[in-house]
T-cell receptor, first 111, second 113 residues
């Protein structure tokens, strides 16, 4: 059973515009959420996280929003740059030991 | 600072051969350790995780096994590889204390022929 879902396998955005990547989850016990960026043949790189006690966390061009009632989180990248082109994974954990990952969204930023 | 190493980076093995992938973490003590697999075009599948030496939890029944002989060493093994074992194997670690974030190693690409 997929507890974390990324329903958009791919997304294309023009350089300078906003990229919005979405993620849905089913387990209400999740208390920590993360976004990772992954290039081919490399390990995922941690981008940004958010605790369930918050609804927004911002780090430079990256902002993560959490809507607990809808069990939905999103990653906003503004402005998008060609170097942002990668696969983005969302992940969630409950009590910190085990992490559940979505299937990823491939972002292409068009120059 | 903490670093995580995986080797080898790439491995080509025949069907039926054994496998041993190694992961080590530096700069931290008593971490949680994880093995994931990413099949071609797929997401990250958790295979095993460990909260301490000799303590292994298996998430997916298959012909792989894991061991943690030392605090910062995590090994993924197989006695006989299958074609379906091909994929990108990732080791990750997480602090048992403060930081709730999981950090990944560079990965090992395994091709079983």
């Amino acid at each position: 059973d997929q507890q974390v879902k990324q329903n958009s396998p791919s997304l294309s955005v023009q350089e300078g515009r906003i990229s919005i990547l979405n993620c849905d989850y089913t387990n209400s016990m999740f208390d920590y959420f993360l976004w990772y960026k992954k290039y081919p043949a490399e390990g995922p790189t941690f981008l940004i996280s958010i605790s369930s006690i918050k609804d927004k966390n911002e780090d430079g061009r990256f902002t993560v929003f959490l809507n607990k009632s809808a069990k939905h989180l999103s990653l906003h990248i503004v402005p998008s740059q060609p170097g942002d082109s990668a696969v983005y994974f969302c992940a969630a954990s409950a009590f910190g030991n085990q992490f559940y990952f979505g299937t990823g969204t491939s972002l292409t930023v068009i120059p | 600072s903490q670093t995580i190493h995986q080797w080898p980076a790439t491995l080509v093995q025949p069907v039926g051969s054994p496998l041993s992938l190694e992961c080590t973490v530096e700069g931290t003590s008593n971490p949680n350790l994880y093995w994931y697999r990413q099949a071609a075009g797929r997401g990250l599948q958790l295979l095993f995780y460990s909260v301490g030496i000799g303590q292994i939890s298996s998430e997916v029944p298959q012909n792989l096994s894991a061991s943690r002989p030392q605090d910062r060493q995590f090994i993924l093994s197989s006695k006989k590889l299958l074609l379906s074992d091909s994929g990108f194997y990732l080791c990750a670690w997480k602090s048992r204390t403060s930081d709730k974030t999981q950090y990944f190693g560079p990965g090992t690409r395994l091709l079983v022929l």
